[in-house]
């Protein structure tokens, strides 16, 4: 089956450090790409997403490249900020019988002091 | 982007009461949407799929009487906890998406305790 695999948390960070957030999948066929954030107290949130090999998804500084070949989505931002503390999923959704079936990461806590 | 809007946002009720959980589409025609159960340490568990107009598929060790799932409308899906009890607290986030797309649009999630 598909499956989603991130790295495990709390990542602490100091504000202007930078981020790398691994992920990597398990598809059959060619999934669509997905990072999502989930700030306390909410749902999620579409950060970035890729389609195909080697698009580049990027949003509010934070990017990630659909890499085939390792079958990865790593998460990379170059400076986080205090505001950037939340939980990052990354996910995939392949068409099954016609549905696209959204597959998550059990997602990542970054925590960004000042 | 498109918008999902859950509610209610919290919810306390008592042991063996029902509660419903509402999940609306405003901007798009939500022909898919997703019910997912958010445990401790932040794991998304998904619950079931459901497709406007026939019933949902439960995921696996999904007790489809203790979750019912309607999703009557385009706009609208339901999920009623029946028979709520203490273990049944947790936080409940929905999603939709619009025909064949990839992405998902989220509600904002539903804080549910039972005491």
């Known amino acids: 089956g598909n499956s989603v695999t991130q790295m495990e948390g709390p990542v602490t960070l100091s504000e202007e450090a930078f981020l790398t957030i691994n992920c990597t999948y398990t598809a059959t066929g060619y999934p669509s790409l997905f990072w999502y954030v989930q700030y306390p107290g909410e749902g999620l949130q579409l950060l970035l997403k890729a389609t195909k090999a080697d698009d580049k998804g990027s949003n509010k500084g934070f990017e990630a490249t659909y890499r085939k070949e390792t079958t990865s989505f790593h998460l990379e931002k170059g400076s986080v900020q205090v505001s950037d503390s939340a939980v990052y999923f990354c996910a995939l959704s392949l068409a099954s019988g016609g549905s696209y079936i959204p597959t998550f990461g059990r997602g990542t806590s970054l925590i960004v002091h000042p | ?115």
């Open chain 2, 1 to 115: 982007g498109a918008v999902v809007s859950q509610h209610p946002s919290r919810v306390i009720c008592k042991s063996g009461t029902s509660v419903k959980i509402e999940c609306r589409s405003l901007d798009f025609q939500a022909t898919t949407m997703f019910w997912y159960r958010q445990f401790p340490k932040q794991s998304l568990m998904l619950m079931a799929t459901s497709n406007e107009g026939s019933k949902a598929t439960y995921e696996q060790g999904v007790e489809k009487d203790k979750f019912l799932i309607n999703h009557a409308s385009l706009t609208l899906s339901t999920l009623t906890v029946t028979s709520a009890h203490p273990e049944d607290s947790s936080f409940y986030i929905c999603s939709a998406r619009e025909g064949q797309d990839v992405e998902l649009f989220f509600g904002e999630g539903s804080r549910l305790t039972v005491l």
